[in-house]
């Protein structure tokens, strides 16, 4: 089923969706501005035990230079940028939660996708709260539950943002996939907060 704003998910967590969390003025500024000072990476993965190139762009801003592991590899922490740190307190404010971390994507066209997976990381926290703002190109975000199987799917339009909490990461699976019609990029910024 292919939602369009307010709480995607009907059971076991909670993902809710805010279609115009910021303008249209402002998500085209944020987007230019992001790409442009990011210090983006290509980094290798270790994907059922073998190497692979993310097919993603990113980078991770911790405020307190901690890395992070994910797929076997360790991300080096870079401080937050000026727009990254506006956007964050901006973030904080809709949302009454905290966030010292984030992991910023650019997914170049729509042969850039994410495979299954959960931010389930042991320092994400026990019901980790992730706040995902995305700029640009719009792309669908797929969830399925980890044992009924439920999909849920939303398209991630420019300027909007989707809070991921409770059991979520627990009992969901979600993927970025691929879409060859998509030429244009997408920024997606993922807060969290290490514990």
């Given at each position: 089923?292919?939602?369009?704003?307010?709480e995607?998910?009907?059971?076991?967590?909670?993902?809710?969706?805010?279609?115009?969390?910021?303008n249209s003025?402002?998500?085209?500024?944020m987007?230019?501005?992001?790409?442009?000072?990011?210090?983006?990476?290509?980094?290798?993965?270790?994907?059922?035990?073998?190497?692979?190139?993310?097919?993603?762009?990113?980078?991770?801003?911790?405020s307190?230079?901690?890395?992070?592991?994910y797929?076997?590899?360790s991300?080096?922490?870079?401080?937050?940028?000026?727009?990254?740190?506006?956007?964050?307190?901006?973030?904080?404010?809709?949302?009454?939660?905290?966030?010292?971390?984030?992991?910023?994507?650019?997914?170049?066209n729509?042969?850039?996708?994410?495979?299954?997976?959960a931010?389930d990381?042991p320092?994400?926290?026990?019901?980790?709260?992730?706040?995902?703002?995305?700029?640009?190109?719009?792309?669908?975000?797929?969830?399925?539950?980890?044992e009924?199987?439920?999909?849920?799917?939303?398209?991630?339009?420019?300027g909007?943002?989707?809070?991921?909490?409770?059991a979520?990461q627990?009992?969901?699976?979600h993927?970025?996939?691929?879409?060859?019609?998509?030429?244009?990029?997408?920024?997606?910024?993922?807060f969290?907060?290490?514990?």
């Amino acid at each position: 089923m292919l939602f369009e704003s307010g709480e995607l998910l009907p059971y076991d967590g909670s993902a809710v969706f805010t279609p115009d969390f910021l303008n249209s003025t402002s998500d085209m500024q944020m987007f230019s501005d992001i790409e442009t000072t990011t210090p983006w990476e290509s980094v290798e993965l270790t994907v059922f035990g073998r190497k692979v190139n993310e097919p993603r762009l990113s980078a991770w801003m911790n405020s307190d230079g901690r890395p992070y592991v994910y797929s076997g590899t360790s991300r080096i922490a870079h401080q937050f940028t000026p727009v990254l740190e506006n956007l964050r307190v901006l973030v904080e404010q809709h949302t009454g939660h905290h966030f010292n971390s984030a992991l910023v994507n650019l997914y170049r066209n729509g042969d850039d996708a994410l495979g299954w997976h959960a931010d389930d990381e042991p320092e994400n926290g026990r019901e980790p709260v992730i706040a995902s703002v995305s700029f640009g190109a719009v792309r669908r975000f797929d969830l399925r539950h980890r044992e009924t199987k439920e999909t849920v799917k939303v398209d991630l339009t420019s300027g909007s943002l989707l809070l991921m909490s409770g059991a979520t990461q627990h009992k969901w699976v979600h993927q970025v996939p691929r879409q060859r019609k998509v030429r244009a990029p997408r920024i997606n910024v993922t807060f969290r907060r290490l514990v």
